[in-house]
């Protein structure tokens, strides 16, 4: 389990509290404003009636006799409207709420001066103290007083409190009809992603949104897959070469032990203790030259000449190769030559060396009497090998200069003998480890089943390429092409 898990909410709950969240703003947002806005055109109308009943007030008084405003104040304008009459000099002459003794000069009230300048006048006032809003509406009268009308309305945020109990109510039921959908499109948002076979990401049918999920998963898998069969194949490589290399060395260390017991014993004619004792030398021979290639492998496996790269005259390896083979050539009655210009190719002169040695080896040991093995070198003009090296070009060639030389030039290497040929169905499978052709002949030739992959593995190193020509009865070629250099 993830450590995440735990606080990672699941997709039911953030569905139910987006949707949540999202519809009770909603409803609060279209609640204030609608709310508003209904206040808003409440209060505009409410004005207006009062500054309506304000201008009928004025006519009134305007058509009877200035001495007879307060009386007719007092008997036809009652009700919850206050009204209020106040001279030319702001004093209060009358108050329908308040005694009018009591009550301050007004010249200096917003709806008076306004109109006493224009008229007439319809202004709202806050009262801070009593929380309330005042809608005022004045109209001077021909004596050049005038005339007030005032009504007291809730403020919008008194009006808003008051709407709080219906709007709890709203998001109360809201929240309820929101967990029932939040549920509801959960499951089935959820049901075809259950439904998910990730054997086979990319046959679901899904949402278009997770096709880059699936894809990924299918390439992952993929992977995996791929990364699975390379490690058994390894590990069965491993097995086999282990098991091989187990064999191999068993045969020569039950012969050294075998004629060691007997010498121990003194079991041996003092005539045969010389040929007994060559054939144990022989034997620790063949098991020191297995031990070599099995380490020579092994370096290669694990890219251990990665550090000794230089320039290297592969003309002059095969010349020495030829002389250090010279006298096991001689043995078999094989003549070896070596062919062709110089050439150079950039790596490692000790994997060179054992690459020519085992291709040279290994045409002596298969052939006839009589017989030879030719190594030509040749360099192509417009045939590059497999992949450019990455080592340094010659000294004095510029960069571009060194890139075309890369890309055009190649050595060519070929190594024919004149040997029995290798059988058509088995020649991919030369390059095998411990694979021999003849197996009936291995104990005669010797050899360890090792060379050719060796070789293998030293052209690839050096970024080439090795292929075979060869025809049952006439002879075998490897053909090298190596980037030159």
């Known amino acids: 389990m993830s450590p995440t898990h735990f606080t990672v909410r699941s997709l039911a709950g953030k569905l139910f509290s987006s949707m949540l969240v999202f519809t009770l703003g909603i409803i609060l947002v279209f609640a204030t404003a609608l709310t508003t806005i209904y206040y808003l055109s409440y209060e505009r109308d409410a004005e207006a009636e009062l500054a309506s009943s304000a201008q009928d007030a004025a006519d009134y008084l305007n058509a009877s006799p200035t001495s007879a405003n307060i009386p007719a104040l007092e008997e036809q304008f009652t009700g919850v409207v206050r009204y209020t009459l106040i001279a030319d000099d702001g004093a209060v002459l009358y108050d329908s709420a308040v005694d009018p003794a009591t009550m301050e000069n007004h010249a200096d009230r917003p709806e008076v001066r306004e109109a006493d300048a224009a008229g007439k006048a319809a202004i709202m006032r806050h009262s801070d103290t009593l929380g309330t809003d005042t809608v005022y509406a004045a109209v001077k009268l021909d004596d050049g007083s005038i005339v007030r009308l005032s009504e007291s309305r809730h403020s919008l945020l008194a009006f808003l409190g008051s709407m709080a109990m219906p709007v709890v109510v709203a998001l109360i039921v809201s929240g ?89 014993n003194d079991m041996v004619q003092p005539a045969d203790r010389q040929k007994f004792a060559g054939l144990i030398y022989e034997e620790a021979q063949a098991m020191r030259s297995l031990i070599n290639d099995v380490l020579t492998l092994s370096r290669l496996d694990e890219s251990a000449f990665g550090d000794e790269s230089r320039r290297i005259d592969l003309h002059a390896v095969a010349e020495r190769v030829a002389g250090r083979l010279g006298s096991f050539a001689a043995d078999q009655g094989i003549e070896v030559r070596v062919e062709g210009s110089p050439a150079s190719i950039a790596g490692t002169e000790t994997l060179a060396e054992e690459m020519i040695y085992n291709l040279v080896e290994n045409g002596i040991r298969y052939n006839h009497e009589g017989g030879s093995v030719v190594v030509r070198f040749e360099v192509e003009e417009g045939g590059a090998a497999a992949a450019s090296p990455p080592f340094s070009v010659p000294e004095g060639a510029s960069g571009e200069e060194g890139e075309a030389i890369e890309a055009r030039r190649s050595v060519v290497v070929r190594v024919s003998d004149t040997g029995p040929g290798i059988p058509e169905e088995l020649r991919d499978k030369v390059f095998e480890r411990f694979f021999r052709v003849d197996k009936s002949r291995s104990k005669e030739t010797g050899g360890t089943g090792l060379g050719l992959a060796i070789v293998k593995h030293a052209v690839l190193y050096h970024h080439g390429t090795i292929d075979v020509e060869t025809a049952e009865g006439v002879g075998t070629t490897f053909v090298l092409r190596l980037p030159a250099v």
């Open 176 to 264: 309820i009809l929101v967990f029932v959908l939040s549920r509801t499109l959960t499951r089935r948002i959820m049901k075809p992603i259950d439904a998910l076979n990730f054997a086979d990401p990319l046959e679901n049918e899904i949402y278009e949104e997770m096709d880059p999920l699936l894809i990924r998963i299918d390439e992952q898998q993929r992977r995996l897959l791929q990364q699975n069969r390379e490690l058994a194949a390894a590990e069965n490589m491993r097995r086999d070469f282990s098991s091989n290399v187990s064999h191999e060395m068993k045969t020569p260390l039950q012969v050294i032990s075998g004629y060691a017991e007997l010498m121990k």
